[in-house]
């Protein structure tokens, strides 16, 4: 029977083929989604709660008589319906998540010329923002802290939570989760309607400034369709994790680090790379031999099957020249001393640094935001955090010292520009019209 996971050799001739394959996912829109989302959003902005209620009694298989059943009045009670080691631990992860997010937190700024002219920068919470909580298939209260606390900590006035709540089922580990990180409103809504209820708003659901968290592939394309009227954090991608081992980490908790993000779904990505050819083959009888194991054995299969490898490299220059060539979602890196090669990495939305620091500890409660830009974009973007929910508006004041200096060059340049209202005004400043 082959290996569930492939091997690749980075020397080959044709691994940049292979691997660009491996990377590529689906990303084009899908027609018939595109098009039921495009649906619903018209709908919902359109007719508003009858819509939204409608949408939800259909796609979650409930029979609710009025839109105001959505909200969930008292989800502050759920705290004391969870299990006191659960809550203990919810109130732990969210304690650290908020005191890390604490660092991030920008501040106003100014500074003065030597004429009296002052410039700086204002800094100022979003005033509503919604929370996309998954929950059709599993309880997700991690994402709940992840994204409500940096809101919280950003001092946004108000935050909505959505989540599904098919055949009228929620997890009040859930509602305990948004009491314990500062929600202030809970609708159980799911899905393209729930994105477009907190784009538009209805008579029953407040329109927010941003959207953000995880969702299906409907969520995903509604998001899509609503930015401009609102924004939002970013379209992801399957899961991902990249792991870097020098061969010297017990093969069991590398294989288990790959399950990991192998268990979230099919599509989710899951890569080693080592220059030892021996440990990638114990990681395989590894994987073989914990696989059967595991509940979600079936999911992990698929995964490891469909998009996963172990991947041998020359070396870790080699390995680190792929790690920012995959530019990760998570990666590890699970060698001797990884602060020698942090100064190298590029590209990764979250870094876990040695052998004992597996990335399913930053998915709960290490601190840092587990929602990560997927699918190579962290190239370009960042983890979630406060700065997502803070904005910033230039200040500009002008001393008539300065006025007058500033006025004359950008008299010039409007003049260049051929903008003639523009020169006129800077002009007036200076005292030359």
């Known amino acids: 029977m082959p290996d569930v996971m492939r091997r690749l050799d980075a020397s080959a001739a044709d691994f940049p083929a292979v691997l660009e394959a491996l990377l590529a996912w689906d990303e084009e829109e899908r027609p018939e989604i595109a098009a039921a989302v495009r649906d619903i959003v018209a709908a919902v902005r359109r007719d508003g709660d009858a819509a939204l209620l409608d949408c939800t009694n259909r796609f979650d298989r409930r029979a609710l008589a009025t839109a105001a059943a959505l909200e969930v009045t008292d989800f502050a009670s759920a705290v004391t319906q969870v299990p006191t080691g659960l809550r203990a631990a919810l109130e732990a992860a969210a304690d650290r998540v908020r005191r890390y997010h604490e660092h991030q937190k920008a501040t106003s700024w100014d500074y003065r010329e030597d004429d009296g002219t002052c410039l700086g920068q204002q800094v100022v919470p979003l005033d509503r923002v919604g929370i996309y909580v998954p929950g059709g298939k599993a309880a997700y209260p991690s994402s709940v802290l992840m994204n409500a606390i940096p809101a919280r900590v950003a001092g946004v006035g108000e935050i909505v939570m959505a989540v ?4 009228d089922h929620l997890e009040p580990v859930v509602l305990a989760a948004a009491a314990i990180a500062g929600v202030d409103r809970v609708f159980t809504i799911g899905g393209a309607q729930a994105v477009a209820a907190l784009a538009y708003g209805t ?28 924004g939002i954090d970013m379209i992801a991608g399957p ?60 999911i992990i299969r698929a995964a490891l099957a469909g998009r996963g490898a ?18 990760p979602e998570h990666l590890e890196l699970s060698v001797a001393e990884p602060r020698a090669l942090l100064p190298r990495i590029r590209h990764a939305g979250a870094i876990f640094l040695g ?39 230039s200040l500009i004041e002008c001393s008539p010292a300065g006025a007058a200096e500033l006025g004359r060059l950008a008299r010039v340049l409007a003049e260049a520009e051929g903008l003639q209202a523009h020169a006129r005004s800077a002009g007036y400043r200076v005292g030359d019209e």
């Not at 599904?164 to 055949?167: I, K, N, T, V, Y």
């Not at 008579?203 to 009227?229: E, L, Q």
């Not at 994790?241 to 990991?260: E, H, K, N, Y």
């Open 310 to 327: 172990l991947i041998e490299v020359r070396d870790l220059d080699q390995a680190v020249e792929l790690v920012n060539r995959i530019a």
């Open 164 to 167: 599904p709540a098919p055949d």
């Open 355 to 393: 052998r004992h620091t597996p990335e399913a500890i930053g998915d709960y409660c290490a601190g840092p935001n587990h929602v990560l830009p997927t699918a190579g974009t962290s190239r370009f973007s960042s983890p979630l955090g406060v700065y997502d929910f803070q904005k910033r508006s």
């Open 203 to 230: 008579a029953t659901v407040p329109a927010v400034d941003k959207i953000v968290g995880p969702g299906n592939a409907y969520v995903a394309a509604a998001k899509a369709m609503v930015f401009g009227r609102v």
């Open 239 to 298: 899961s991902e994790i990249l792991i870097v081992c020098d061969g010297q980490t017990d093969p069991d908790w590398i294989a288990m680090d790959l399950f990991s993000q192998a268990e979230h779904d099919e599509m989710a990505q899951s890569i080693l790379l080592s220059p030892d050819r021996d440990f990638l083959a114990a990681v395989a009888a590894s994987v073989e031999r914990l696989l059967p194991r595991m509940p979600r054995a079936a």
